[in-house]
């Protein structure tokens, strides 16, 4: 049986056009086995054309990416975050932490990462290891209407219980959380300010979760000033443990490093995603590791007459189980020849120069910060934590939630036949279902955004890849 390959290229093309519900189930195009499907990642500049033209590889790391090879590393479909079972008083503990992830193919270098996991120690190691901890983390499956109980813990400690020091360069600049309580530029000591030390952060790592784009109290939010330091046991002496909008949700314990969010998830069926959110810290906590999807479900609701593909990863499903709802985070990495991830550390990266040729005044005699960039592009796609992966498939419908995890990518989205461009079929978004089935020939997708499409790899069968230019 002859064979096909098809594409998942971005584009800043084509705006969508709606659709009525029932194209959802349509026939796309006549069956064929063993048809190769591929995500392909455009890596172009500002102007995006459908060209045979490869990009040059982004600056990034030591590690050139033309040397890593593609699509032999499977794509990993994060599990369902295992209950909490020792603390009954919550639904979930999950903790951030440090460990190594092969991200790059095997025979490379394992990865320095941070990600979540479940906090008990019943469950420990990494997902490599059998263990729950994993970037992105394990998927929180939550019901519409019924309250869920996290207590998220900052676990960013060594074997000794002192404190880890961030994996990037934390520029003190900026208007950022600032534990140390000294030195801030209107000349006050305290947290949360715009800080005087143009020399980087190497103190204990603050972190806030939010739930991006729940229904949440003031409390449990996750708030930038919300902050907590791990409770590590070489806190230095003056540092403050917690930012100034510190919060939980009421009648749970108060414990050092860790804080209990309650959320009533009072709205729709919605693909939802949880990040790192601290002020001045957001970009480099995600960066590191820190993200995970929220899937919000209601056993009622809109989704239950519609046949949507499934199954999606559940507790106790046995190895091997199939998927066809896959929730993926697409992010774009760089890294150095020891397997470690490259993040800037000075601004001459976005100004396009070396160091010794930027003539600029900096803070605190400037408002330009000496480490933080304004924006950053990687040269590597990463798609659920694994550089260029593969992912087998059946012919059948699939239901993918994608989220752009990236700090300043846009990804522009579309499926492509050979040389034919072929719709796929946007259903929701992180507010819930759509009015109305929507029709995407290129489909973009901004930072930090959530979409929930239909594929029809019913006729599109083999193999998912991701693919740069």
Known sequence: MKKKTFFYRLFMLNKPDSIFQNKLTQRIISQRPFIKFLITIIFTGATLTASNTFAAPLPGGTLDPTTIPKYISPLVIPPAMPKSSSDPAVDYQIALRQFQQQILPSGFPATTVWGDGYGSLDHPGTMAQGGTFNSPAFTVEAISNTTTNVKWINDLVDANGNFLPHLFAVDQTLHWANPSAQGCKDGTNRTDCTGTDPTAYTGPVPIITHVHGAHVGAESDGFPEAWHLPNALNTPIGFATQGTRWGQAPGFLIVTGQAVFQYPNDQAEST????????????????????????????????????????????????????????????????????????????????????????????????????????????????????????????????????????????????????????????????????????IQTGTYTIYDTEDIINPIKVLAHQIHSRPY
């Open 272 to 439: 939802l995603w949880f990040h790192d959110h601290t002020l001045g810290l957001t970009r480099l906590n995600v960066y590191a590791g820190s993200a995970g999807f929220w899937l919000l479900r209601d056993p009622l609701g809109q989704e239950a007459g519609l046949n949507l593909p499934g199954p999606a990863p559940r507790l106790g499903d046995v190895p091997g189980t199939q998927y066809y709802e896959i929730p993926i985070v697409i992010q774009d990495r760089s890294f150095n020849a020891d397997g470690s991830l490259f993040y800037p550390d000075n601004r001459a990266f976005f100004e396009g120069v070396t160091p010794n040729k930027l003539k600029i005044d900096f803070a605190p005699t400037s408002n330009i910060a000496p480490i933080w960039n304004p924006e950053a592009f990687f040269n590597v796609m990463v798609a659920n934590g694994v550089a260029w992966p593969y992912q087998n498939v059946d012919q059948a419908r699939y239901r993918l939630r994608l989220l752009n995890g990236s700090n300043s990518r846009f990804l522009n989205l579309s499926l492509i036949v050979v040389s034919q461009e072929i719709p796929f079929y946007q259903i929701g978004a992180e507010q819930g279902l759509l009015y109305d089935v929507v029709r």
